[in-house]
């Protein structure tokens, strides 16, 4: 769903009272994104991933990133697709544009996202994380839904030493919470 | 107290011998044992400072109250379980003092004891002894049944268990880590270490994990291996160094590997600062790794055992290898004048340590007539005594031991020898826990009487003494290959090590009723064990339970060989037939702390709120837990309990308007071609003929006819529909669906998508509902005719780009604004700001909870319980009669689904209005009827309904509608309530409200 030009509401993001660790390894809150959960079959990808300008990942544990786009798989027909940009860059649209049949659902608000970055990310975040999170398991690009103690994220690799954590909203407390314990950790 | 104090008046203990161990004096520390103050060395355990100021006694036995000392120098200890402090709050029972390292300024207190260590009340239990043989609290405490609870148990729980807990909260922080890793090893002794250097030397990832502050396992005592033509220990800490500088190898010190679960998973404890004198306050006391590893090398070592005779649990009587530690390790005598009681050559070298440190022996008193002739020659050499063929049959001494008693085996001439302490070794039991854990098989070697690693369920392998390999060399050659690469480690050790025995010694036989301790720490004795085969205890485990042999928390590492060898001796079968209990995890104690890690306060379990949860916390809400959320349940102004606070609310909502918070409902977006179709066959009711921008309430059933779900749905296009669920059925609804989809109807071009969390949901109710709205809404004319009830549009709200329903769960005029969720704040504000100048109200979940009821909408989970049909609820009006196919249709054919009689849903209206009914309260025609009963059915729903002026109530009635305007019975504890069966609505019976 496009934003509208100029909402005579304002937003209140989750997290909002967050204020990041100013440390080697930070744990903040990311900028609103446009996001979509995309669904479609096999035959319909290509016609998809050229609307979107980037080719949708179609193997297991990989995402795909191109102008301010990131497309994460899911599952073998589902993607989530991030937008930068609090307008949003009509992730729908860009869909609807392919002609391709296709399930987009804007679920820009249902998630937020944290960026862990710094020395020790990945042991910050494998406090609540089980996944092997070596560069070898879990190199840079890779993403997956996994769990992060008692809830659910999606896990994005950004850099050697950075990740992105996508959650949803009402987790996002406690998410951010076990990061910040995890990073706090991490530097023992 | 500084921890760095240097000065030449420090006490450091009149045991603590110059020259001897590797301790240095530059460091040390002030602790308190019982109230009085002692100074140790840095990297003394609790055991070695106190044994270096010649304190022994430590503690009290479990059923005896015997006095008792300090018998190992590692975790198998079963007997220095101490109270360790910091504090009130940091105070910990049970800690082995043999594994605690001294920090300065820690309170330690022996356990057990009353009034003091030294002077023990309980010891009485020692002088009866004969009245508590094993199977005691079996046999005794059987009748009278009542006098369990009142007067057994809390006496036994009273005198059960060691220490006490703190009471407060635990201060400390712990945490958690997830590793993986392509080899852990656990152990970091001679055979570790080698195959840590083989395996990193391939560039496999490795994780060397001791439970020690340093690595070198045996080394530690074992002075007469070399290494690499260096001393065992020097080498040990070089090769460590050299290994954690490899980027592939993590060492993890002062850390147990306590469980190995399947797929090579294992736990670890890590006691990250319980050494530390000043842990920083964010410093985790203990960190939990969950260690996920392609290979796991098992270096545990082994076990010494005691020897098994009369009085052989004296303080100042402990394993050989242990005074060897202490003196090799922390330059710590053990007594002046020590013996030494063997079935095995590796006490001799104890002795030939203490020698030579200057400590006298008494004698060497072993059991076996023929030693090893190297150590022999060697004891001679230094000129120790050596009685073979002898045995200790006894000793003396109340606090200490004072004397053995020698004799000639098979002889009864006895010679006293006077011993301030006895080191004795019966061999050494390898350490095959995590192997066992492991769910590998044991098998038992005759020739050297042990249990060994056979069969392996795991990609695992035992290296060194835990796989029953005593050479150097050969030991060597396993770790190295075990590690799959190469490594260049030639170790040489001086004496060659023979011998070994299991069960009673001399003097400690059948024919005797001496006490001769087994298991020390729940002090079972040789004689306990032999009662257990004779009151018919065959199977190790039943005699494991009966004496309570090897259940205490040092899980039998001591004592598991003797009882079983005891065990099979009388039962005269060999010991395989007998059988080994299961080792099981953990392997040492873990706290509780460690196991729970981050899940605590706000971590426990994640606190799920809305968007606009501050604003309505701001507003005075109460909150109530549903599922993981926090929802507003009600809003007290001042002065106001929850009944009068929900009074008001339900009375505003009807004459003005309220404000509620749904944005918990779970939503689910269903889109595709076929999206109609497939809720067709997920719901009873029909979809396709749902036009877009309408709404339908629908009724979803399991296979088995029964409700499972119920909500709004919309119709937003041809092939988007907006699914709404009940709020704790979000989650099993989607995959239900989704289940369905994937299983039975994969060929319908349809995907759902959870849109619970991406919309903030503000329900207006109430006659002025569409006032208050109107000014909000962009882009469309929500009159009633423009927009009736069950509509839902896209449209702008505030310029945010939203979804409005017109819909009631409340029957008023009612809308549902949907905004997503981070504009939720600023539309909720906006829009209460205006309702609330005009006389509406915030309402939570409790006063939702009412006006549905007043108008018989059910809660699914409440007014359904899983044998519900739709019928039965009324709502057989939702179930379409066209349609050939949905999930539950044939299971709503069943002859019990539509039988005369069922319990239905109707409405109770008690005789007296201002009794409110209990929900859950049965429901009989005849209350006078004798007990039990024939109940017809229970208060689903009750409530007080300030708009009715009285009580209401729904319930499940068997043939419930057949009995309206009949009067029936609730029994209570103390009354009778009468009450009249009715229909389901009890206001606006006409339902023109929610036209309005």
């Given at each position: 769903?496009?934003e ?5 509401a304002a937003r209140?993001?989750?997290l909002s009272?967050v204020r990041?660790?100013a ?5 903040t ?9 995309l ?5 319909d990808?290509?016609?998809l ?11 297991p544990k ?7 786009r ?7 027909d589902?993607?989530?697709?991030i ?8 992730l729908?649209?860009?869909?609807v544009?392919?002609?391709?049949l296709h ?5 820009s608000?249902?998630?937020?996202a944290i ?6 990310a990945?042991?910050a975040?494998?406090?609540?994380c089980p996944?092997?999170l070596s560069l ?22 950004t850099?050697?030493e ?6 949803w909203r009402s987790?996002s407390?406690?998410a951010y919470?076990l990061?910040?314990?995890?990073a706090?950790d991490?530097?023992? | ?5 240097h000065?030449?008046a420090?006490?450091?203990?009149a045991?603590?011998?110059k ?8 460091r040390t ?8 103050s ?14 270096a100021?010649g304190?022994?006694l430590?503690g ?12 190992s120098a590692g975790?198998?200890e079963?007997?220095?379980?101490l109270?360790v ?10 800690v ?7 920090f ?8 057990n004891?009353w009034?003091?260590?030294a ?5 009485v ?5 004969p009245f508590?043989?094993a199977?005691f609290?079996?046999k ?13 148990e ?5 005198a059960?268990?060691l ?14 880590r ?5 080899v852990?090893i656990?152990g970091?002794?001679?055979?570790g270490?080698?195959?840590a250097?083989?395996?990193a030397?391939?560039?496999a990832?490795v994780?060397?994990?001791d ?5 070198g396992?045996?080394l ?5 291996t070399?290494?690499?033509g ?8 070089e090769?460590a160094?050299?290994l ?6 993590r ?7 306590f469980g190995y679960?399947?797929h090579g998973?294992?736990g670890?404890?890590e006691?990250?600062s319980?050494?530390l ?5 964010e410093?985790p006391?203990e ?10 090398i098992?270096a ?6 005691h020897?098994v005779f009369?009085n052989n649990?004296?303080?100042?009587i ?6 060897r530690?202490f003196l ?9 004048n020590v ?6 050559d ?8 203490l020698k030579r440190a200057?400590v006298s022996?008494?004698a060497?008193v072993?059991?076996r007539?023929?030693?090893g002739?190297?150590v ?9 005594t ?6 200790v049959?006894?000793t003396?001494?109340?606090l200490?031991?004072k004397s053995m008693?020698?004799a000639r085996n ?5 010679r ?6 006895l080191i004795?070794?019966a ?10 854990q492991s769910?590998g ?7 050297s009487?042990?249990f ?10 035992s290296?060194g003494?835990c796989?029953?390999?005593?050479e ?5 050659d396993?770790?190295i ?7 260049s480690v ?7 090590w023979?011998?070994g025995?299991?069960g009673?010694?001399e003097?400690?036989?059948p024919?005797?009723r001496?006490k001769?301790?087994v298991?020390f720490?729940?002090?079972?004795t ?7 085969v ?7 485990e039943h005699i ?5 042999n090897?259940?205490a928390?040092d899980q039998?590492?001591l004592?598991?060989m003797?009882?079983l060898?005891i065990a099979?001796e009388?039962l005269?079968r060999?010991?395989p037939?007998?059988g ?8 040492t104690?873990v ?6 890690a981050h899940?605590?306060g ?9 968007p606009?949860h501050?604003?309505e ?5 109460e909150?109530?837990d549903?599922?993981?959320w926090?929802r507003a ?12 606070a929900?009074n008001r609310?339900c009375r505003t909502?009807r004459?003005v308007a309220?404000v509620f918070?749904a944005s918990t409902?779970?939503?689910i977006?269903?889109?595709g071609?076929?999206?109609a179709?497939?809720?067709?066959l997920l719901y ?6 749902l036009k877009?921008g309408r709404?339908?309430?629908?009724i979803?059933t399991r296979?088995?006819g029964f ?15 907006h699914?709404?669920?009940t ?5 099993r609804v989607?995959?239900?669906m989704?289940d369905?989809?994937?299983?039975e109807f ?6 759902l ?6 919309w ?6 109430g006659p002025?509902?569409?006032e208050?709205i109107q000014?909000?809404v962009e882009g469309?004319d ?7 009830h ?9 310029g945010v ?7 009631s ?6 809308f549902e ?6 504009y ?6 906006a829009?209460?700001?205006?309702a609330k100048?005009?006389g ?6 409790e006063?939702?909870h009412?006006l549905r009821?007043?108008k018989g909408?059910?809660?699914v ?7 519900v049909?739709p019928d039965?609820?009324?709502?057989g009006?939702a179930v379409?009669?066209?349609k050939?196919?949905?999930v ?9 689904l ?8 109707v409405?109770?209206?008690?005789n007296?209005p201002s ?7 049965q429901i009989?025609?005849d209350?006078n009827q ?5 109940m017809l ?9 300030e ?9 499940l009635v068997?043939?419930?509608r057949?009995?309206?305007g ?9 009354r ?7 229909d389901?609505?009890f206001f606006?019976?006409e ?5 309005g």
């Open positions: 769903m496009a509208m030009s100029s909402p005579a209140t993001l989750a009272g990041g660790r440390a080697s390894l930070a744990v809150p990311a900028a609103p994104a446009e996001r979509i959960s669904r479609a079959r096999s035959e990808v290509a016609a991933s050229a609307a979107l300008g980037l080719e949708l990942p179609t193997r990989t995402s795909a990133a191109n102008n301010g990131t497309a994460h798989w899911l599952g073998p589902e993607w989530l697709v937008g930068e940009g609090e307008k949003g860059s009509g729908m649209a860009a869909c544009a392919s002609g391709v399930s987009a659902v804007d679920v608000h249902r998630n937020t960026l862990v970055e710094g020395a020790g990945a042991a975040i494998n406090a609540g996944l092997d070898k398991a879990f190199p840079v690009g890779a993403c997956t839904r996994t769990i992060f103690g008692k809830v659910e994220i999606v896990l994005l690799r850099g050697e950075s990740f992105r954590v996508e959650v987790f407390d406690y919470a990061l910040a314990e995890g706090l991490a530097t023992f | 107290m500084s921890g760095s104090s000065g030449s420090k006490n450091l203990g045991f603590r011998l020259g001897a161990g590797r301790l240095t004096p530059a520390s002030r602790f308190t044992f019982d109230g009085k002692y100074t140790a060395m840095e990297g003394d355990t609790v055991a070695s400072a106190l044994l100021h304190v022994h430590v009290r036995s479990f059923k005896y109250h015997r006095p008792r000392g300090i018998l975790p198998e079963p007997n220095a379980l109270d402090a910091r504090d009130s709050a940091r105070r910990q029972p049970n082995r003092a043999t594994v605690q390292e001294v300065d300024g820690a309170k330690i207190s022996s356990q004891r009034p003091s260590l002077f023990d009340v309980g010891s239990n020692n002088l009866l002894s508590f043989p199977g609290y079996y005794t405490f059987k009748w009278p049944r009542e006098a369990w609870e009142k007067v057994y809390p006496i036994i729980r009273r059960a268990g220490g006490v807990a703190p009471k407060e909260e635990d201060p400390d922080r712990y945490a958690n997830f590793a993986h890793c392509d852990l656990a970091a002794g001679l055979a270490l080698t195959a250097l083989s395996a030397a391939t560039g990832e994780i060397l994990v439970e020690q502050p340093q690595v396992g045996a530690h005592f074992e002075t007469s070399t290494v690499d260096k001393n065992g220990f020097d080498w040990a800490q090769t160094a050299k954690a500088a490899m980027p592939n190898v060492i993890l010190t002062r850390t147990t590997v679960y399947n998973f294992l670890l404890a006691r990250v319980d050494h004198d000043r842990p920083g306050r410093t006391r960190r939990l790794w969950q260690v996920r590893a392609k290979r796991v098992l545990t070592g082994a076990i010494e055992r020897m009369a649990d004296r303080p100042g402990m394993l050989a290898s242990a005074a530690t090799n390790h922390y330059g710590v005598a053990v007594g002046r013996g030494v009681y063997t079935a095995h590796s006490a001799y070298e104890a002795a030939f340590d200057g022996i008494a060497i072993d059991c007539e023929q030693p002739e190297a022999l020659a060697e004891a001679r050499a230094l000129g120790i050596v009685l073979t063929g002898h045995s049959i006894d003396t001494g109340r200490r031991i008693t020698v098979g002889n009864m001439d006895i006293k020898m006077a011993v301030d302490a004795v070794s061999g050494w039991t390898p350490s095959v826990h995590l192997f066992s769910r098989k044991l098998r038992w070697d005759e020739a009487q042990r060994l690693p056979d069969i392996y369920a795991q990609d695992c392998v290296v003494a796989n029953g390999t005593d150097t060399d050969l030991l060597v396993e770790a290959s075990a590690g799959g690469g190469a490594a030639n170790a040489e050790r001086r004496f060659g023979s011998g025995m299991i009673a010694a003097g400690a036989g024919d005797t001496v001769a301790f298991d720490q729940h002090d079972v040789a004689k306990d064990i032999r009662l257990a004779r009151e018919g205890m065959h199977s190790i494991k339970r009966f004496t309570t090897g259940m928390s039998g590492k004592s598991n003797h009882g060898a099979a009388m005269d060999p010991i037939q007998v080994l209990t299961t080792f099981r995890a953990p392997y104690p706290t509780y702390g460690t196991l729970v899940s605590r706000e971590l426990f379990d994640p606190a799920r709120k809305t606009m501050d604003l916390a701001a507003e005075g809400a909150f109530e549903v599922g993981n926090k349940w009600y809003f007290p102004k001042r002065g106001e309990d929850m009944a009068s929900v609310e909502v004459d309220g918070d409902l779970g939503k977006e269903v889109v071609p076929d999206a179709q497939f809720l067709n009873t009711n029909a979809w396709d003929t877009p709404c339908r309430y629908g979803m296979e088995d409700v499972y779900d119920d909500g709004v749905v919309g119709r937003l296009a041809e092939d988007r529909f699914v709404t669920t709020t704790g059925g979000a989650p989607l995959h239900h989704e369905y989809l994937q299983t994969p060929h319908l071009k349809v995907w998508t959870s849109t619970t969390e991406q903030a949901v503000i329900a207006v109710q002025k509902a569409r208050i000014p909000f469309l929500i009159s009633n005719e423009a927009f009736p069950m509509s839902v549009a896209e449209c702008a709200v505030m780009p939203a979804r409005l329903f017109r819909m769960f409340t029957g008023e005029l009612g604004v949907n905004v997503p969720a981070d939720g704040p600023a539309v909720w504000t829009i209460w700001e205006r100048s005009m509406a109200c915030l309402y939570g979940t006063t939702m009412v009821a007043e909408y059910i809660i989970g409440q007014d359904t319980d899983g044998t049909t039965d609820a009324g709502l009006w379409s009669k066209k050939t196919d949905f539950g249709i044939r299971g709503l054919k069943r002859p019990d539509v039988r005369d009689g069922r319990k239905q849903l409405g109770l209206l008690t007296r009794d409110v009914l209990e929900e859950g309260a009989v025609a209350p004798p007990k039990p009963m024939t059915g229970h208060v689903t729903s009750a409530y007080w309904s708009n009715c002026g009285r009580s209401i109530a729904m319930a068997a043939g419930g057949s009995r309206i009949q009067t029936l019975y609730v029994p209570m504890k103390d009778t309530i009468a009450v009249e069966v009715t389901t609505v606006d019976k339902g023109g409200r929610i036209h």
